[in-house]
């Protein structure tokens, strides 16, 4: 190939690798943020501050914990990057910030666009299976009908049966090394 040929294709692969796959976020932060999320006390609270700051006695109040419970929790979002503490004279109020919870969902939205891929292939087969039919004989190799195998019997020897007839489970035998002892 030519220079300018090799140097397209690569300028093509390029801007199609940043616009369909953003740079990758640090995995600590994407940790932060889900394991924040996880407990539906701190998405509770998450959600009230969606609507607007508000102190910790404003959060804590349709709880039933005590406030120093509520200050953990907002401790944990805030080590996240999810909420932000504020000073208004003697009150601190939370303030949500939407930059982590973005980034999520844009890691999220990465991999349900491979699913969607995925999924969409899947379909595609599936609908020319049917229109093909399966071969019978393919079917019976896969299940191994043909050989009176079924779900109910399972391929294998079985129990091994003892004296009276009654089944005992298979005890492996142990070499002893040569040593001293024999």
Known sequence: ???????????QFYKYSVINYPPMISSQQLDATFFALAD?????????LATGEASVGELAEPFDMSQ??????????????????GREAQRRPRRME???LAEAATWIERYRKIWEGNYQRLDALLDELQKTGVDRSTTERRTGAR????????????PVTGKAGKASA?????????????
Do not use: D
């Not at 050989?147 to 079985?158: D, L």
């Open 98 to 100: 939407a930059a982590p």
């Open 170 to 182: 298979r005890k492996p035998t142990r070499r002893r090394s040569g040593g001293k002892g024999r």
């Open 1 to 11: 190939m030519t220079t300018s040929v090799t140097t397209y294709i690569t300028n």
């Open 40 to 48: 539906p006390t701190r998405r509770a609270i998450l959600a009230r």
């Open 147 to 158: 050989f009176g195998r079924t779900a109910s019997k399972p391929r294998g020897r079985g």
């Open 68 to 85: 120093p419970a509520i200050s953990k929790h907002l401790k944990v979002l805030e080590r996240a990057g999810l909420i932000t503490a």
